[in-house]
């Protein structure tokens, strides 16, 4: 690649050209999706460009690995990303490599419900055991990791969905000091507006369905690293195991990628406005958004954090049957599971996306939505929820 530097190009430069090679042929400016699942070598055992069979690479896919590599690296360029179907089996491919039966891993109280259900109902019966802490709390942290030692530290901030923000330079040196892996996922904030591995964090995962694809087209995830070892073994679950993304999908992510940064700024002010005008409304109890000055990980935020990411939660003061109702009456926030797409999304955590974790430590309250704030005008948004708040 000779027109962009990978080490001193900006971030929205790296997002649009990285991995993006002038098609040979044509001069396609757009690389072609490559739909081939197999190539043909020029003798047996000896492969045209190192392609055999696209369950283990294919083209289109290795152009978005290197995107994402080069924006979550900052523009170090020293990381190994891989892609997988969702979000999902890329935490699945990561811990398979990662651990063995036996291994220990200690887990936020307010993670991704269905990361959550994967250590719990699918790997705890292969004997990988968790152990779940409030990582905004660093004594608890510390404890955790002192009584049994563990092999992964799995953290994410800002939290879905109570927003909760953790101090990742602070948790990274808990983790080396401790001999454990230190895994963000980054899925919320993305590499726009925080960089993990530079505060020291050893590996970050993401479901790419979210913001990196941003149009909620396509589902996927991603893991990210710059441990060489670690990035071989994920680089062999991916063709061993098998749940590599699609070509279509990961043009989708490349696709999505290249306006990474001019979305961002659009959720976060819309979201920033949003939250502040919920702060003033009678009805609501508490609004969880970072960027407010009296959210308790406010500060730490404001360090790790080039700006405060475009998902709020609020809770009413009228109570579960009332906030159901709020949940039902937005027209231009769409109550739907999922996030980070251009439309605005509201969700009703509790039945929805974090049904799975009813009952548990992680349970999220009654009387809470999450939303997913869009790039759609401010005004239209206001008055959306204006209308749906009518009455409380
Ligand atoms: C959605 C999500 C996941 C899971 O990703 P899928 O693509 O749905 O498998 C993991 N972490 C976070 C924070 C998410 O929001």
Redesign the pocket.
């Known amino acids: 690649m000779t027109f962009i530097d990978k080490h001193t190009s900006g971030f929205n430069t790296r997002a649009v050209h990285a991995g993006q090679e002038l098609d040979p042929v044509y001069g396609a400016v757009v690389p072609p999706i490559h739909l081939s699942s197999t190539y043909a070598p020029e003798a047996i055992g000896k492969l045209r460009k190192g392609y055999d069979y696209g369950r283990g690479t294919n083209p289109t896919r290795d152009a978005l690995q290197a995107q994402i590599a080069g924006l979550e690296t900052g523009n170090a360029d020293t990381g190994y990303a891989y892609t997988f179907s969702?979000?999902?089996?890329?935490?699945t491919a990561l811990l398979m490599a990662a651990c063995k039966p036996g291994d220990r891993v200690v887990v936020g109280n307010d993670?991704?419900g269905?990361?959550y259900r994967l250590l719990d109902k699918v790997l705890g019966p292969w004997q990988l055991e968790h152990h779940v802490v409030d990582m905004s709390n660093l004594d608890q942290v510390r404890e955790a990791l002192a009584s049994a030692k563990a092999r992964i530290l799995w953290v994410?901030t800002p939290t879905?969905p109570m927003m909760k923000i953790a101090d990742i330079a602070a948790l990274a040196e808990l983790a080396k000091e401790y001999d454990t892996l230190l895994v963000v996922?980054n899925?919320?904030a993305t590499p726009y507006l925080q960089l993990p591995l530079q505060l020291g964090a050893d590996v970050v995962?993401?479901?790419?369905?979210?913001y990196m694809g941003g149009h909620s087209d396509t589902?996927?995830?991603a893991v990210v690293t710059e441990n060489e070892e670690l990035a071989n073994a994920i680089n062999f679950q991916q063709y061993a195991a098998g749940a590599s993304n699609s070509p279509l999908d990961s043009y989708l992510v490349t696709r999505g990628l290249k306006t990474l940064g001019v979305r961002m700024d659009r959720h976060v002010a819309n979201a920033t406005a949003i939250a502040q005008w919920l702060t003033e409304h009678p009805g609501v109890e508490k609004v969880h958004y970072p960027g407010l000055e009296d959210h308790p990980g406010h500060e730490i935020a404001k360090k790790q954090m080039s700006g405060f990411g475009g998902m709020v939660s609020v809770q009413f003061k009228a109570g579960v049957e009332a906030t159901r109702k709020v949940a039902e009456s937005t027209h231009v926030f769409r109550l739907a599971e999922?996030?980070?797409g251009v439309e605005s999304l509201l969700n009703y955590p509790t039945a929805m996306?974090h049904a799975s974790v009813e009952g548990t430590e992680l349970a999220v309250p009654g009387n809470l939505i999450r939303l997913s704030v869009g790039i759609e005008d401010l005004d239209d948004l206001m008055g959306d929820l204006e209308q749906a708040l009518q009455g409380l």
């Open positions: 969702s979000g999902l089996a890329s935490e993670v991704y269905g990361t994410e879905n996922d899925t919320f995962v993401h479901s790419t369905t979210k589902i996927g995830g999922s996030l980070g996306t």
